[in-house]
T-cell receptor, first 115, second 114 residues
């Protein structure tokens, strides 16, 4: 399978705990994105990497959230001191850097439930 | 700033009938436009996109979309709906000035009745 891979698919955690999600993008894709989706809403942009550089962070990404892409390949999204409002699906996507109108391709998402 | 509006929360259509899912957008310059479909508990799957050229673009599973610059719309269409088309559909826009941020609408749920 050469698509975007996310792990874990589902995570239930107690409020106050830390969680980490991993994303493996399509192998030749330089761009990597994290989005958050809550029920009844479309995906909301969280952050963007071009290779290993994090070039933009949304205001939605509070200081409890941190994302890395250390070698320009896989990425991790960590949420510290989780709150119930963090419950959502976290979507990773990737695309090529060069070209025109490149499509972003999504993984299957990581569902987070904070109890 | 970019934005996307999907004015209908839900569209109901009978199997075999044509379907339309509406989308309007706002960008500073010219847009790249996309449609995605989402099935329950799954990620988003790419259907089709408009970059430039012909205003009618064809995509996966028999879907097509028409770009209308004057009306800033990009409606998704299919001539004959299938029950299996029932899903959540998202329209998305990105500015064509080299930007990277793709903005999504809130989604439209399509229900196709047998």
């Amino acid at each position: 399978d050469t698509g975007v891979s996310q792990d874990p698919r589902h995570k239930i955690t107690k409020r106050g705990q830390n969680v980490t999600f991993r994303c493996d993008p399509i192998s030749e894709h330089n761009r990597l994105y994290w989005y958050r989706q809550t029920l009844g809403q479309g995906p909301e942009f969280l952050t963007y990497f071009q290779n290993e550089a994090q070039l933009e962070k949304s205001r939605l990404l509070s200081d409890r959230f941190s994302a890395e892409r250390p070698k320009g390949s896989f990425s991790t999204l960590e949420i510290q001191r989780t709150e119930q409002g963090d419950s959502a699906m976290y979507l990773c996507a990737s695309s090529l850097l060069t070209g025109v109108g490149n499509t972003i391709y999504f993984g299957e998402g990581s569902w987070l439930t904070v109890v | 700033a970019q934005s996307v509006a999907q004015p209908e929360d839900q569209v109901n259509v009978a199997e075999g009938n044509p379907l339309t899912v509406k989308c309007t957008y706002s960008v500073s310059g010219n847009p790249y436009l996309f449609w995605y479909v989402q099935y329950p508990n799954r990620g988003l799957q790419f259907l089709l996109k408009y970059i430039t050229g012909d205003n009618l673009v064809k995509g996966s599973y028999g879907f097509e979309a028409e770009f209308n610059k004057s009306q800033t719309s990009f409606h998704l269409k299919k001539p004959s709906a299938l029950v299996s088309d029932s899903a959540l559909y998202f329209c998305a826009v990105r500015e064509n000035t080299g930007g990277f941020k793709t903005i999504f609408g809130a989604g439209t749920r399509l229900f196709v009745k047998a």
